[in-house]
């Protein structure tokens, strides 16, 4: 071939490219902004789903949920406290820089660290330690046998990336502060990032040097922020984007009547619950001077059972959810039905418990409620703020995005008197909600018990179920920390919602129960 003839068939093979850029570019969106780009910030999902399109795990999940190999091709529990892990060779980061165990450990020390949100992946975890460059080994103080289901939305960092950029440590986004990693990154995964705009647009691009062979067809992916509900279903209807990952339930309907338009939904392993300060001698938010009605358990079974939960199910969420009395739902492993039974709506009875805890004329407190983060979570603060109002409790509804709301009520500020939140068990298993949101606080455990609830009897049982291997014991202490859970009305759960996505006719995705969205399994076209 002559230089001419190359340079011609070139040309027109960057024609064509060009035109299949354009043709496969992906563009969706949400109604809140992933809050950064460093995947140890926040454990919370759809910072986690959005980052792990750039940074791997050693052990991820398949279209099923099931455990599949990534960063590690093998794991093995070679001892009752011992796991071993198998790396993948040949593995680069996008910049090129060899992948090893070097960066898994200083990877998993940076998340045991300051200012990391994810710490409780590794809290079973005693010791780390390398084999050779490519195996390392997890010692944990006690058997854990499901520390590999802990390990899925962990992704691995390079550490020569981190070092040479000062983003060693973790930025707090509690205290507001950023680095490098903030909004920047670099991994292994399938895709990498172009440019950031925060609260705006993030532009993802392949990453041509993947290990793995690619599902996706996609060459550009934006992601857009629109707050706005109604602008961001127009901008689904009018071709804008190709994808809503928030689709107001309102909505649902007419999207459906929209020739080239679809909804996929199906319910969500993610549980909505109030929480209280029953920590604090005197509440942060209140006008109650002295004292916490919150430490009162007739208080908290009051407030529970003047919450219409149905008239939440069918009004606010128009039908697309389902109410729970339990901390973890459907599709998690230790959920059983049986188990899961609300105490009746009864105004009149809040009302004689809350004079019998000394409250006759109520008390007003302030209710902490992201505006952008689940589905329809203002107006369910909204109604609740009505329904409680019923029984004296005064609410004053203090809405704000999630970037705002998380550095309030998360750790380490806890600054909060009662808010509502969310939690979807990374391992699907009840353990992992019961360890985090119940488990008296102590450094590791207990880091999203945001209300400091307490009970050394609970303790004792989420210390057993931890270390039970044998499936009906296991199941009898989890049914046992449940009822504890409820008898002392620790958090009031409102209910799992369902994943609700809008997408055009000639997108196909893999639509998770814990609304994970891999971007490597999108593809476009007929």
Request: charged content about 20%; glycine content about 6%.
């Amino acid at each position: 071939m002559n230089i001419r003839t190359f340079w011609g068939t070139a040309l027109v093979a960057a024609s064509l490219l060009a035109g299949a850029a354009h043709a496969n570019t992906f563009r969706w969106a949400n109604d809140g902004d992933v809050n950064s780009l460093d995947p140890y910030t926040r454990q919370e999902t759809f910072l986690l789903t959005f980052n792990a399109n750039m940074y791997e795990p050693l052990i991820r999940r398949d279209r099923n949920l099931g455990l599949e190999p990534a960063l590690a091709t093998a794991w093995e529990q070679v001892n009752p406290t011992t796991w071993r892990f198998t790396l993948r060779q040949g593995v680069r980061f996008s910049d090129g820089t060899p992948f090893t165990a070097d960066d898994v450990l200083f990877s998993i020390a940076r998340a045991r660290g300051p200012g990391s949100n994810v710490g409780s992946f590794f809290a079973s975890v005693s010791e780390v330690r390398k084999v050779d460059d490519f195996t390392i080994e997890m010692v944990t103080a006690q058997p854990d046998p499901i520390l590999p289901n802990s390990l899925t939305q962990f992704g691995v960092m390079s550490r020569a990336w981190l070092e040479r950029n000062n983003a060693v440590r973790v930025a707090d986004l509690t205290g507001r502060e950023e680095n490098f990693a903030t909004r920047n990154a670099m991994g292994t995964g399938p895709f990498m990032l172009s440019s950031r705009e925060p609260d705006r647009r993030t532009v993802l691009v392949p990453n041509p040097n993947w290990w793995d062979r690619a599902e996706h067809n996609l060459t550009r992916v934006e992601f857009n922020v629109i707050a706005n509900d109604a602008t961001r279903v127009a901008a689904l209807l009018s071709g804008e984007v190709d994808m809503v990952y928030t689709v107001p339930p309102q909505d649902m309907e007419r999207i459906t009547r929209t020739q080239g338009l679809r909804i996929i939904q199906g319910p969500e392993l993610r549980t909505i619950y109030l929480g209280m300060d029953q920590m604090r001698p005197q509440l942060l938010k209140s006008d109650v001077q002295g004292r916490n009605p919150f430490q009162d358990v007739r208080v908290r079974r009051a407030m529970l059972q003047a919450i219409d939960i149905e008239a939440i199910r069918s009004r606010v969420m128009r039908g697309q959810s389902r109410p729970t009395a339990q901390m973890f739902g459907p599709g998690v492993n230790g959920f059983l039905e049986e188990n899961d039974r609300r105490l009746p709506l009864d105004v009149d009875g809040a009302r004689r418990m809350l004079t019998e805890a000394g409250y006759p004329n109520g008390f007003g407190v302030t209710l902490d409620c992201p505006n952008d983060r689940y589905v329809n979570d203002e107006a369910i603060c909204t109604a609740v703020t009505s329904m409680l109002a019923r029984i004296g409790v005064r609410v004053t509804l203090a809405a704000q995005t999630r970037a705002r709301f998380f550095a309030e009520v998360n750790a380490p500020r806890y600054n909060t008197s009662f808010y509502m939140l969310g939690w979807t068990p990374n391992t699907y298993d009840a353990h992992n909600a019961l360890f985090n949101l119940a488990a008296t606080r102590n450094g590791e455990r207990g880091m999203f018990n945001n209300g400091g609830y307490s009970n050394p009897r609970f303790d004792t049982l989420v210390d057993q179920i931890a270390i039970e291997t044998t499936p009906a014991r296991r199941q009898e202490l989890i049914n046992q920390a449940t009822r504890l859970l409820q008898e002392d009305v620790a958090y009031i759960p409102l209910h799992q919602q369902q994943v609700v996505w809008a997408t055009r006719s000639n997108v196909t995705l893999a639509q998770l129960a814990d609304n994970g969205f891999p971007l490597r399994l999108v593809r476009i076209g007929n």
